[in-house]
């Protein structure tokens, strides 16, 4: 694992091929593990998912000609889409920032420079003001703008802007913002809603990482008003969407004021998150102590998926789902374990993490299937399930080292 690892990417500007994750000189061993398992990752995604000539990316490994989105407000597309949808495209943004947290390897922001942003662009719509990026790229037929889409595109331009002071990606992030702000109203008391075209309620998914997103805007700018925002956001999702019971988040409400009650990792993930950056930027003790609750019930609801065992002994295995979402959760214990240091939560992660390595990594193409037990295997395999993988190695990395130094 301590050998260099490369992409060779084509780019619009030719077919010049060049060296993408080179390992950092400031890595420690154990640090360098996690790191290189991102990298590696990262390669075999865009091998298998690249399109020659183009920044873009497939959809799915096999590209398959029949797949038809089924996360979509609009109805499926009736012909091939020869490229990914922006959901999973961002996944790669998301990869890419946390390798270069965990490593601070320039090659991160070439990447990012040379190929994701170019891409991303390319979802890019202005026709529609406030602007901001649509589902599927801007040379086909106009696509539906998805608000959650953007939080997550404005939480990786904040998160990068916050890295590397570049104002470029602020700019990007107060961009999305105007957007998202359009996206609110005081019907159900408040709350972003999920899609620009299809106002038929408001989701977890939207206001938690919108919450998350303003707190990061206040870390990034100091501007009291994203603190507000942030706070006003969280307290909205939780006074409409939390299972009083187990602290846990259900999924959406309707216009009717119907709870929509399917509960996905990524929502508590979110929630968890944003209360811990809210105790971070306020030291309110209630925010903390709301952290630490839906940190414990979320470990119990969603490390579920039986045990395993490795050199340590057993560990809970987390469910099969949206890899995703795991992902996005993974981010809420991570910002929980910076503030009150508790390694319980991140060592299952890590562990997870090991298991999913050995498991449910395909040895022939690097890909990972949906499954981290290694009971099912996937024909086609998701590019947001690599991406998310990329990312949660990254995070294992930045989580290993802050243990060692501290």
């Known amino acids: 694992m301590n050998k260099y690892l490369t992409i060779s990417v084509i780019l619009l500007t030719g077919s010049t091929l060049f060296g993408c994750f080179r390992q950092s ?16 990752t990262l390669d075999s995604m865009y091998a298998k998912y690249s399109i020659p000539g183009e920044n873009l990316l497939r959809e799915n490994y096999p ?20 490229y990914s949808y922006l959901w999973p495209y961002s996944g790669s943004f998301s990869a890419v920032n946390a390798l270069y947290s965990a490593t601070g390897d320039t090659a991160c922001i070439e990447v990012l420079q040379n190929r994701i942003l170019p891409g991303l662009e390319m979802y890019l719509d202005t026709a529609r003001q406030p602007a901001a990026y649509a589902s599927y790229v801007n040379t086909a037929p106009q696509s539906d703008r998805f608000y959650d889409d953007n939080v997550w595109l404005g939480i990786d331009f904040t998160d990068m802007y916050l890295a590397t002071k570049d104002p470029k990606y602020l700019e990007k992030a107060h961009m999305i913002w105007e957007f998202i702000e359009s996206g609110t109203d005081s019907i159900l008391g408040g709350g972003i809603y999920w899609c620009e075209q299809k106002k038929g309620g408001k989701n ?12 990061k805007l206040y870390e990034a700018t100091k501007d009291k008003a994203f603190l507000d925002k942030g706070r006003e956001l969280y307290t909205w ?26 509960k996905f990792a ?35 609801y969603f490390f579920n998926g039986g045990e395993a065992n490795d050199s340590i002994g057993s560990f809970p295995l987390l469910n099969k789902g949206n890899v995703w979402f795991t992902a996005v959760m993974m981010r809420g214990f991570e910002e929980l374990f910076n ?19 050995t498991k449910s990594r395909d040895a022939e193409t690097g890909l990972f299937n949906q499954d981290w037990s290694g009971a099912e295997i996937d024909t086609r395999k998701w590019l947001l399930t690599q991406a998310a993988m990329a990312e949660m190695y990254g995070r294992a990395a930045t989580y290993i080292n802050n243990t060692k130094n501290n």
Request: aromatic letters at 10%; hydrophobic letters at 35%.
């Open 25 to 40: 000189n400031t890595d420690t061993a154990e640090n360098n593990r996690y790191a290189a398992m991102a990298r590696e």
């Open 63 to 82: 590209s398959d000609e029949a797949y038809a989105a089924t996360y979509l407000a609009e109805a499926p597309v009736e012909t091939f889409n020869a």
């Open 204 to 215: 977890t998914c939207s206001n938690a990482p919108g919450s998350v997103y303003a707190l």
């Open 237 to 262: 999702t939780k006074h409409n969407l939390q299972d009083t019971t187990d602290c846990l988040y259900f999924d959406n409400i309707n216009l009717k004021g119907e709870i929509g009650r399917a």
């Open 266 to 300: 990524y929502n508590s993930g979110q929630m968890m998150q944003s209360a811990a950056l809210l105790f971070k930027a306020t030291g309110d003790s209630t925010y903390l102590n709301d952290a630490r609750g839906i940190a414990e019930s979320a470990h119990r």
């Open 339 to 357: 503030t009150d240091r508790n390694p319980q939560y991140m060592n299952d992660f890590v562990r997870n993490l090991d298991h999913a390595w």
